[in-house]
């Protein structure tokens, strides 16, 4: 229950702070166009609030910037905890703005909702990358649903891209719903391993593994060097068992080392190569406009959802239904039908 | 692609079963009300078909099944893959079994949607307990939204109460999402953990843990023994850096072995003292009071979404904009505003 009102708190908190400035879509999207991080990161906010008061600016910001965005990669990075996705992100971060590239990186955090202080909130990662001048980080809280974050995501990626950057990394952490989300909205999808643990404890093979563009086995230095070859032989034996993916892609399984800066400009790339034979069999496309669909269908769900919560009447029927809950005089499932009953009839 | 395909198959073909018989709703409470399995896992599969011809009898199904529901303990078990899930509910079920109890284990399976062989639907899994008369075994594949399978799921806790199941075991396997969902519909929540491996391989250790109301160290047998004992006194410093919950309960730390039989009746008492003492400071009630809230809520946000898509006028609509997205004539974002605003007009 404290994390709960912990949350509402923090909404309230971001909330009040955008209102107490009023907000100019027009000098937002100013800023973004010159790259500014503060207009940018403001953007997001904006984007990420669910006052409805921010929605129509929202809209008209997500608009606008969808006019202008440039065409990005957007690659989606996941691995279980411990796997050194920090490390990892904030070395081939750094290896691509080198190359004179704009990055941004996005994070989504399943945990947050519960958890003040998850993981990828923590303020120490990728120290030097957020010091980079091209670089932008973002940790994206998940909100209530997966749903929502899947969304603001999406609509962080086209903000970015609208900034001018050229790669969208979107990290995310854990085994499942979050990774469907991340890949339903990434070019390429890479999954990061380690050599040295068992595979049972690295996860879920099966439905990751199957998602994967590319696996990467980190910390392959020092002692591991034996064992991440190992393990490479056994991922690309693991891989063959899948059946071939539609886009004509064969899945890559690389060795890398954050910490010693090996292998990242191989991964890097591979996903050019990707990047290039994707855009010649036509997938490239494909895949994104099978992609926009799925964001659209998405956004109508969630307007839908959001539009009956801003009317009055609607906001007074379901409050007394909850009323009624409490004092066991409903059960939930029969308050709901009773509550879509009565808006069915003032359709009408 | 494929596995999109695959998994949309499935369930045409799982309508399809149902469509080939007539559906009594009054059979089926029949067939609930004797305790008959094969009544019980067609009532499931009804409650979680997604055709819009099954809505008014899986409502009335749970309609009915709430009046004759009996009270049960639910429990939430999770832990990352590896850690012994499935042989710790194994023994517990059988140990809940002997003792005279009727134990139903549903499994919340993220992974599901993405790949058929998820692990959660392993047949081998449980083989003495699914042969247990006195023990219901359903693994539910998530469908497409992780809110789907916490209202699926919530109705298949009370189609089993309805069965007269004593103890319900909900699994579910992740870091996240898939827990939170758990979490808000169980009344006691368990976390297993190994002694062998390095925290950071055991998942996100915060968030998980702070919805913890014990944590089980599995296969503390052999040569785990020792570690197993530190691990203990680990996790137990742990969970006093958290704020004491709410509710009073002090989450404690267990050692247990499924494959010994160990520390499963310790855990069964741990069980019971919490059921006391929560229904003693009437905790148990205000949490089952604040969940039924939460479902409702769920309930409403869903059936508004399905009552949409039962329109003729809206499908045929969203149809039309799904074309002009694949022929990159509209944005995503607009189609979406543009199809809302279409059907608010229809509202006025």
């Known amino acids: ?34 790259s500014d991080k503060a207009s ?12 409805p008061e921010h929605l129509e600016k929202a809209e008209e910001l997500i608009g606008k910037s969808l006019s202008i965005a440039s065409r990005s990669v957007r690659i989606g990075i996941t691995g279980v905890p411990g796997v050194g996705k920090s490390s990892f992100i904030e070395v081939l971060g ?8 704009k990055v941004a990186v996005l994070a989504v955090d399943p945990t947050s909702a519960l958890s003040k202080g998850s993981i990828l909130g923590d303020k120490t990662r990728m120290e030097e990358l957020s010091k980079d001048p091209n670089a932008f980080i973002r940790p994206s809280p998940s909100g209530k649903s997966l749903g929502g974050v899947a969304r603001k995501t999406r609509e962080s990626i086209i903000l970015c891209e609208a900034s001018g950057y050229d790669v969208i990394l ?4 854990g ?31 099966r439905g990751i593994m199957e998602m994967a563009d590319a696996i990467a086995i980190n910390k392959a230095d020092g002692n591991n060097i034996e064992r991440a070859k190992l393990a490479q032989v056994e991922f690309s034996r693991a891989l063959h068992l899948y059946p071939p993916k539609e ?12 910490i010693e800066n090996k292998g990242i400009t191989e991964l890097w790339e591979v996903i050019q190569n990707f990047c290039k034979s994707m ?18 269908l998405q956004t109508v769900d969630e307007q839908i959802r959001s539009y009956f919560h801003q009317q009055k009447s609607f906001i007074t029927a379901e409050e007394e239904m909850l009323k009624a809950i409490d004092s066991n005089q409903i059960s939930p499932y029969h308050a709901a039908r009773k509550l879509l009953d009565q808006f069915k009839n003032q359709l009408k």
């Open 247 to 258: 886009n004509g892609w064969v899945p890559k399984v690389l060795l890398c080392s954050a």
């Open 279 to 296: 855009k010649d069999n036509g997938y490239f496309e494909t895949n994104r406009r099978l992609q926009n669909k799925n964001w659209f």
């Open 170 to 173: 979107v990290e995310t952490v």
């Open 1 to 34: 229950m404290a994390n709960l009102k912990n949350t509402q708190h923090d909404s309230i908190s971001k909330i009040r702070k955008l209102r107490k400035e009023e907000i100019s879509v027009d000098r937002l999207i100013e800023g973004i166009k010159k």
């Open 175 to 205: 085994v499942g719903q979050s990774e469907i989300a991340v890949h339903s909205m990434v070019d390429f999808f890479l999954l990061l391993k380690l050599s040295g643990a068992g595979d049972e404890l690295q996860g879920i093979k």
């Open 40 to 51: 940018l990161a403001k953007a997001i906010t904006l984007v990420e609030s669910a006052n």
């Open 94 to 101: 750094k290896t691509l703005t080198d190359m004179g590239k």
